[in-house]
């Protein structure tokens, strides 16, 4: 027998376009990826040489629960240096990655029955993380021509006695917009929980990112290293939380993960100290991408109404082509031989959108766009 909470976790969809990917490349098949949302670019230097510092200094033992104290007072640091928050290392839990921080915080957050608002489309494994704790997503749609923003007013018709909490994502997955500085002000005086995924930051090329705890103190913040520095399978995030939440996230941690990678907290400290440089030269090429990429697809006919100015997304309206998102990326696969992610992945409103990442090459994009080109060419002919 499965439990019953197994059973309501629906598949990670970007994950089955890669997966049948690889099983293509294994044929012999070229597949140009524009699926996953990971950075192409090598860690920074400095990173490599922590880990290896690390290494042969003996830090491969347990470390403090919520982290090693040099690493959060490097994060302090950081908060205070981009955003001039005030943040104590006393606040904050270093985990193996910011999906774990996720499992920490709703397990603190939700009893069985608790709503918590997020966006549609939204990042595709929030609704599992809630349901899987005994929540209840609450979806509210956001639409393209304001470039996915929350309206307050749809916020505040989803609120009921349930209600317990709410994501935001500036900027978002899968999107690429930030909200805007009036929306992050209405969403601070929301009596909820309020929970913003931050991974994104640092990879803003028009505009400037807000962190939530600008404009509120008792919000609960998801960051970590993967997105900016290029650490994806470094495996290091954190959590920011109010004081009295804590000890109890601490105990959670304790019991069921110990503590985040001693070796890669090391590498954290190096990144956050040493890596500036190594960022501003991928925001160049990431930014140079992006430009490219707009301009290819809509070229090639894709709706975007908003330019995308963070992450590294461009989210298109293929409603044109098909109303089934799924089978369109299946199919551009399958026949022009390039991944990209459908919109239903994301949400119901995501349905007829496409995602696609500019997390590869310009070459390798240039390619892939040439060859949806021809696809779309074949099709319509």
Do not use: W
């Not at 839990?93 to 920490?104: E, F, H, K, R």
């Not at 809630?130 to 307050?152: A, Q, R, S, T």
């Amino acid at each position: 027998m499965f439990s019953e909470r197994t059973s309501d976790i629906s598949p990670f969809i970007v994950m089955d376009v890669l997966e049948k990917a690889i099983e293509m490349e294994h044929k012999g098949i070229d597949v140009i990826h524009l699926e996953v949302g990971e950075p192409d670019f090598d860690v920074p230097d400095c990173v490599k040489e922590a880990v290896i510092k690390a290494t042969k200094d003996g830090y491969t033992q347990y470390t403090h629960s919520l982290g090693m104290i040099e690493l959060r007072e490097s994060i302090c640091q950081y908060y205070e240096k981009v955003y001039g928050v005030i943040i104590h290392p006393d606040q904050i839990l270093v985990t193996s990655g910011t999906s774990p921080a996720m499992l920490i915080l709703f397990s603190t957050l939700l009893n069985p029955g608790d709503e918590v608002i997020i966006s549609d489309p939204h990042y595709a494994c929030y609704p599992n993380f809630i349901k899987f704790l005994d929540g209840i997503p609450i979806n509210v749609p956001v639409y393209e021509e304001n470039g996915f923003e929350f309206k307050i007013e749809d916020i505040y018709k989803n609120i009921s006695k349930k209600s317990n909490a709410i994501i935001i994502n500036s900027p978002s997955n899968p999107t690429g917009y930030l909200l805007s500085d009036e929306c992050l002000e209405q969403i601070s005086k929301l009596s909820l929980s309020i929970i913003s995924d931050e991974i994104y930051h640092g990879l803003v090329y028009e505009g400037k990112e807000r962190t939530i705890l600008e404009y509120s103190k008792d919000a609960f913040v998801l960051n970590g290293f993967s997105k900016l520095y290029a650490m994806t399978g470094l495996r290091l995030g954190y959590l920011i939380a109010p004081k009295q939440y804590m000890r109890t996230m601490q105990k959670l941690h304790q019991n069921f993960l110990i503590s985040a990678n001693s070796i890669t907290q090391m590498a954290g400290i190096a990144a956050l100290k040493h890596a500036d440089e190594d960022v501003l030269k991928m925001k160049k090429i990431y930014n140079e991408r992006r430009v490219f990429m707009i301009k290819r697809l809509r070229e090639l006919g894709f709706g975007i109404t908003v330019e995308p100015t963070g992450a590294f997304y461009v989210f298109v309206n293929a409603r044109h082509l098909s109303n089934d998102s799924y089978k369109l990326a299946f199919d551009i696969l399958e026949k022009a031989h390039v991944a990209v992610t459908p919109g239903i992945d994301f949400g119901n409103n995501g349905q007829g959108f496409i995602r696609f990442t500019y997390a590869n090459s310009i070459e390798n994009i240039a390619k892939g766009m040439d060859r949806i080109e021809r696809y779309l060419n074949t099709e319509s002919s």
